[in-house]
């Protein structure tokens, strides 16, 4: 479907090349990034014996570690002028500095201000994540925050608003 360019729109007739075709629709693009991270699944509010039925082997007091795999969907309609969302490479450094040079290498319940005194289970990391990515998100809209704890088992968000 044609649209009118940006260039005609505004009425400028300088530029020599033809403006290219701008096509209708609306994509969702992904980058993913990965950290290594330790953690311990504890509720400090409960007692000891809770947390092992809870938690088992993942409220060990030595932690653990995990190789993560953060996923995140922006969805929107490609720039008319760049045929992007947004530049894949800049999403990378928004979740690097957002999320992975907080996390990488680092221990989720101690060193990680934004997850300070919040259980670190998958579901609580993309409800965090997201919450650390939106402020930066400025073309397209947040779609999805993915993370893989392990290659089975993962969670997904879709911002305060889903159901
Ligand atoms: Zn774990």
């Known amino acids: 479907m044609l649209k009118p360019s940006a260039a005609s729109k505004t009425g400028s007739r300088s530029s020599r090349a033809k403006a290219p075709r701008v096509l209708a629709g609306v994509v969702s693009i992904t980058r993913q990034v990965h950290f290594n991270s330790a953690h311990r ?18 409220t060990n007091p030595h ?22 969302i947004m530049d894949l490479s800049q999403l990378k450094k928004i979740l690097h500095r957002a999320v992975v040079d907080k996390c990488d290498h680092h221990n989720l319940n101690d060193e990680v201000d934004f997850l300070r005194g919040v259980i670190p289970s998958t579901e609580n990391l993309v409800i965090a994540f997201w919450n650390e990515i939106a402020p930066h998100i400025k073309a397209g809209r947040l779609h999805c925050v993915r993370l893989y704890e392990t290659p089975r088992n993962f969670a997904e968000y879709h911002g305060p608003d889903s159901k």
């Open 41 to 58: 699944l504890h509720n400090p509010s409960k007692s000891q014996e809770w947390n092992v039925a809870h938690y088992g082997l993942c």
């Open 63 to 84: 932690w653990h570690g995990h190789n993560y795999v953060l996923e995140v969907t922006l969805r929107g309609r490609p720039d008319p002028d760049t045929g992007y």
